[in-house]
């Protein structure tokens, strides 16, 4: 059976095209947002534009205290669940192309079980913080 694994047959040298070190995600432009229904829960739904072609991988990120970390009390003393817009912004810059070539879309699920203290969630991106009122 030849070897094929690796530069000498041997598994032992790898390739690889990934750069040392990724960009870490930045705030994005949001231009709109919404709240959907959902089976136990909402979902939490962000349309935004990237400032240059090659962003991605948006996402919807909860804004310390982490979901993990917080606590009713947090959220009934606040009010709100905070979260923010990232995406990760390209390697290499290009020239800015048309609108809809950057268009980034995100989407967060919340059961039910952690909104039972919160009034609203409250949404920051790039330049803009939007609340959208739960009901």
């Known amino acids: 059976m030849p070897e094929f694994l690796g530069r000498e047959g041997s598994g032992?040298?790898?390739y690889g095209i990934e750069p040392e070190e990724w960009p870490d995600a930045v705030r994005v432009q949001m231009t709109s947002?919404?709240?959907d229904p959902?089976?136990?829960g909402i979902i939490v739904r962000v349309e935004g534009i990237a400032p240059s072609p090659g962003y991605h991988s948006a996402r919807l990120a909860?804004?310390?205290p982490t979901p993990a970390e917080d606590t009713e009390e947090d959220r009934a003393t606040t009010g709100y669940i905070e979260l923010e817009f990232l995406a990760f912004p390209p390697i290499?810059?290009?020239p800015a192309g048309p609108t809809?070539?950057?268009v980034l879309n995100a989407a967060l699920f919340l059961p039910t079980r952690y909104l039972e203290d919160a009034s609203a969630?409250?949404?920051q991106?790039?330049?803009t913080v939007t609340t959208l009122p739960l009901n």
């Open 100 to 102: 809809s070539g950057r």
């Open 12 to 14: 032992g040298d790898t």
């Open 38 to 40: 959902a089976l136990r």
């Open 121 to 123: 969630i409250r949404i």
């Open 92 to 94: 290499e810059t290009a």
């Open 33 to 35: 947002s919404r709240i």
């Open 62 to 64: 909860s804004i310390a």
């Open 125 to 127: 991106s790039a330049g």
